[in-house]
């Protein structure tokens, strides 16, 4: 039976390590794709003399908004402190989940205060 624990105490740890190296490594592998297959897009179309239109110049911009993350880890810092608070009562752990909670609404206050210093773009036609 201390094999079997050997085994699980080694294995446990390694386990999440590898896995989390696997996770970085297909984001990465899966961004550098989208770069490949941008460039290559662009380079045909230069090949064909066709024009590039100005977006597919322009350096890609992060897919996650301010908004979004903030209202998420905000809930999961919600989440995180009520199921702590409930299974853990006697202790407070649940300002784990608060901790979090506060730093999705910091995240939130970022959104705004960039939104608010971003010009107004104008939409109109332009003659």
């Known amino acids: 039976m201390q094999i079997n624990e050997m085994f699980v105490?080694?294995?446990?740890?390694?386990?999440?390590?590898?896995?989390?190296?696997?996770?970085?490594?297909?984001?990465?592998?899966f961004k550098h794709q989208a770069r490949k297959q941008r460039a290559e897009l662009i380079r045909?179309?230069?090949?064909?003399?066709?024009?590039?239109?100005a977006e597919l110049l322009e350096a890609p911009s992060p897919a996650r908004d301010g908004l979004g993350v903030g209202?998420?880890?905000?809930?999961?810092?919600?989440?995180?402190?009520?199921f702590l608070g409930i299974?853990?009562?006697?202790?407070?752990?649940?300002?784990?989940?608060?901790?979090?909670f506060i730093?999705?609404?910091?995240?939130?206050?970022?959104?705004?205060?960039?939104?608010?210093?971003?010009p107004a773009s104008t939409t109109g036609p332009t003659t």
């Open 9 to 29: 105490a080694l294995g446990v740890p390694l386990g999440a390590f590898s896995m989390s190296v696997a996770i970085v490594a297909l984001v990465g592998y």
């Open 44 to 53: 045909l179309a230069l090949e064909k003399g066709q024009p590039l239109p």
């Open 71 to 82: 209202i998420r880890t905000a809930f999961i810092g919600l989440g995180l402190g009520v």
């Open 87 to 100: 299974f853990k009562p006697d202790k407070p752990f649940w300002a784990i989940g608060l901790m979090v």
């Open 103 to 118: 730093i999705g609404l910091g995240q939130l206050v970022a959104h705004y205060a960039s939104a608010r210093k971003a």
